[in-house]
């Protein structure tokens, strides 16, 4: 079977840094995918990562541990746009589902 | 340039009828899928295809039907509603070629039953 774990809520003031962990457990792993999903709206793609590593892409960055069965995405400086939510997802080799975790909830204060 | 869109965006109906949501995309993916998201639970994968003619189940597939004549289109028919089937259902498409097998959802279709 596969299962994710991200933590429900982060809140966080304007300009700040927010870290969002992922720890996973699935057979035949191949990457670790991000997606946002502002309220009402749908998800959309933010980042990927199939090797170790930090791979940036703008004030957003991830990053993943394969031994560690562990990744994150990094929030930087952060605005009151970023406040939604953010589901890590997991591939795996030979399959082109994704397996998409709970979800974290990020609110952005002024 | 449509992309991928759903309907209809909202549908209330009662226990028991037979619903059915629409999902359309223009790329001509060959992978598309149908979620269902609660609170909670984030989004859970109900039935999913490869190609047209080609389907298979996901998580939580008891109680709905899908069907792939076509490459564009992948209805998800509710054949007998019930009331744990509200929810907000997104379908999605992925044409697997890219490293980072990418899914593009479309809007999503709220639906509530009464």
């Known amino acids: 079977g596969q299962s994710l774990e991200q933590p429900s809520e982060v809140t966080a003031v304007e300009g700040a840094i927010v870290q969002i962990n992922c720890t996973y457990q699935?057979?035949?792993?191949?990457?670790l995918s991000w997606y946002q999903q502002h309220d009402g709206g749908a998800p959309t793609f933010l980042s990927y990562n199939a090797l170790d590593g930090l791979e940036e892409t703008g004030r957003f960055s991830s990053f993943l541990s394969r031994s560690d069965s562990y990744g994150y995405l990094l929030l930087q400086e952060l605005q009151m746009k970023d406040s939604a939510s953010y589901f890590c997802a997991v591939s795996r080799a030979n399959d082109y589902k994704l397996s998409f975790g709970a979800g974290t909830t990020v609110t952005v204060r002024a | 340039d449509a992309g991928i869109t759903q309907s209809p965006r909202y549908k209330i109906t009662e226990t028991g009828r037979q619903v059915t949501l629409m999902c359309h995309q223009t790329?001509?993916?060959?992978?598309m899928f149908w979620y269902r998201q609660d609170l909670g639970h984030g989004l859970r994968l109900i039935y999913y295809s490869a190609a047209a003619d080609i389907t298979d189940k996901g998580e939580v597939p008891d109680g709905y039907v899908v069907s792939r004549s076509k490459t564009e289109n992948f209805p998800l028919t509710l054949e007998s509603a019930t009331r744990s089937q509200t929810s907000v259902y997104f379908c999605a498409s992925s044409d697997h070629q890219t490293a980072t097998d990418t899914q593009y959802f479309g809007p999503g279709t709220r639906l509530t039953v009464l």
């Open positions: 699935t057979s035949g792993f191949y990457g």
């Open positions: 790329w001509s993916h060959s992978y």
